[in-house]
């Protein structure tokens, strides 16, 4: 071998390295990249969605603020010309948009936490019997003042591995759209049972109004507004099926709806039993 092919041999052996480090290199820069935008892109997106979202809520708001402050400045200004019928109808219209408030304000708070990553998950062994009873028992006026029939039928004994306070909160939602949108002399069917032997299944059942399959497939994007006025003109944000479903998944469970309309909506959610 000449002096000059091994000078080049050696060149070549020094600065291949060199050149597929460079070249390395950038595959991995251009991949750096591609994946930034890509998490930028999605971060926009999602910013954007989050945006559009509480636009709608602070729409959603204006309506119960506005029949609070509204029906409470008649009582302050003019109550002494009203008969007693009229003042507790104007007492009725005050409560029930403070509660409305109060519901949006919980549900809010929650949902906001979940984003956070603040979210207190405490699971332990829940008698789902006796917190279903407790949850129930709190919706008994609204379900009353629908004159709504409540079929509950839960098998003795369930005991699951769930956060107690996140299985209350994902159940009243649940019932409190069942009574929103099931008409006057309705029924809503409670249901809880052993699914298997890892799991638990609730299902809220109601024969109201129901949804078609759009309005099923927008219900947990947050930038859409797929809330519907209730059968006696209820209405609400659409946050509350949004928060289950993060609280079901919270709770290490999967939940899902079938719904068609005129033949009402059910919801069923599993727990984890152990």
């Not at 409190?176 to 052993?194: E, L, M, P, V």
Request: aromatic letters at 8%; glycine letters at 6%.
């Amino acid at each position: 071998m000449s002096i000059f092919s091994t000078i080049i041999t050696i060149l070549f052996v020094l600065i291949l390295p060199v050149l597929v480090y460079f070249w390395m290199n950038q595959i991995v820069s251009k991949k750096k990249n591609e994946m930034l935008e890509r998490q930028i892109t999605e971060l926009e997106k999602k910013n954007l969605a989050k945006d559009k979202f509480f636009s709608i809520i602070s729409h959603d708001l204006r309506a119960p603020f506005s029949s609070l402050l509204g029906f409470s400045e008649m009582l302050v200004y003019y109550s002494e010309d009203y008969d007693k019928n009229e003042i507790k109808n104007y007492s009725n219209q005050i409560y029930a948009a403070s509660m409305k408030l109060l519901s949006l304000a919980e549900n809010l708070l929650q949902w906001s936490k979940t984003q956070l990553g603040t979210i207190t998950y405490n699971p332990e062994l829940t008698d789902i019997n006796i917190v279903s009873d407790n949850v129930i028992n709190a919706l008994k006026l609204s379900i009353q003042e629908k004159d709504i029939n409540i079929d509950v039928d839960f098998e003795r004994g369930l005991t699951a591995y769930a956060d107690s306070n996140i299985f209350s909160i994902v159940l009243r939602n649940l019932i409190s759209n069942a009574i929103k949108f099931t008409k006057t002399g309705g029924t809503i069917r409670i249901r809880g049972y052993q699914k298997n032997d890892n799991e638990i299944e609730v299902e809220v059942k109601d024969n109201g109004i129901g949804m078609n399959k759009d309005h099923l497939d927008k219900l947990f994007q947050i930038d859409k507004h797929v809330s519907t006025a209730g059968t006696l003109n209820e209405s609400g944000s659409g946050l509350g099926l949004i928060l289950c479903k993060e609280f079901v998944e919270i709770n290490g469970g999967i939940m899902s709806i079938k719904s068609e309309p005129g033949k009402g909506t059910a919801v069923m959610f599993t727990i984890p039993k152990n």
